[in-house]
């Protein structure tokens, strides 16, 4: 069974830190993404990578930046939290190839204060 | 702009009946759809998907019809269970960019 972990579940943070959120996957996978899920917007793409060291940006970019140093592990970083960021953040990560279908972890919320 | 849209943010099916989910899509270039259920606190499970190049797909309770014409898609849950109430996303991608798109969501409650 693909296993994609997260650091955190819960998280709280005041306004201007930096904060760090860890994802790990354990099937060897390429590609690992970052979503933000909203009430009534769904999932949004933030940054995914296709391979270490690789990284593209999503839908909604802005105010977060990501690190993949290697192949297992994708950090999202948001550099200075606002409370527009209070969300679910989902990690996902694929094999690559022809297999489309991605593998969650079970999020983190993240609330900003 | 949202180009993968699932209309109704809630739907109620008696337990038994059939459950049907509706998503639409406005970028003719989305060859390969997906499903997702999603219960509270967890990370969604892929649970269906379909190429482009087919109209319909079984597996099990779940079957998912394409209608590429209409660019829409929808998910029918028959006989639908307890077990079934949770968020449903639809998601579609384009062949090679290995990024989905998703819908809205829509919470599905199955009543005893």
């Known amino acids: 069974d693909v296993k994609v972990t997260q650091s955190s579940r819960y998280l709280v943070k005041r306004t201007g830190e930096k904060v760090f959120l860890e994802c790990v996957q354990d099937m060897d996978h390429e590609n690992m993404f970052w979503y933000r899920q909203d009430p009534g917007l769904g999932l949004r793409l933030i940054y995914f990578s296709y391979d270490v060291k690789m990284k593209e940006k999503g839908d909604i970019p802005e105010g977060y930046s990501v690190s993949r140093e290697k192949k297992e592990r994708f950090s999202l970083i948001l550099e200075s939290a606002s409370t527009n960021q209070t969300s679910m953040y989902l990690c996902a990560s694929t094999p690559g190839g022809l297999n489309y279908e991605q593998y969650f972890g079970p999020g983190t919320r993240l609330t900003v204060t | 702009d949202q180009q993968v849209k699932q209309n109704s943010p809630s739907l109620s099916v008696q337990e038994g009946r059939i459950s049907i989910l509706n998503c639409d899509y406005t970028?003719?270039?989305?060859?390969?759809f997906l499903w997702y259920k999603k219960y509270p606190a967890e990370g969604p499970t892929f649970l269906i998907s379909i190429s482009s190049i087919k109209d319909k797909n079984e597996d099990g309770r779940f079957t998912v019809f394409l209608n590429k014409s209409a660019k829409h898609l929808s998910l029918h849950i028959v006989p639908s269970q307890p077990g079934d109430s949770a968020v449903y996303f639809c998601a579609a991608d384009i062949q090679g960019a290995q990024k989905l798109v998703f819908g809205q969501g829509t919470r599905l409650t199955i009543n005893p």
């Open positions: 970028n003719s270039m989305f060859d390969y």
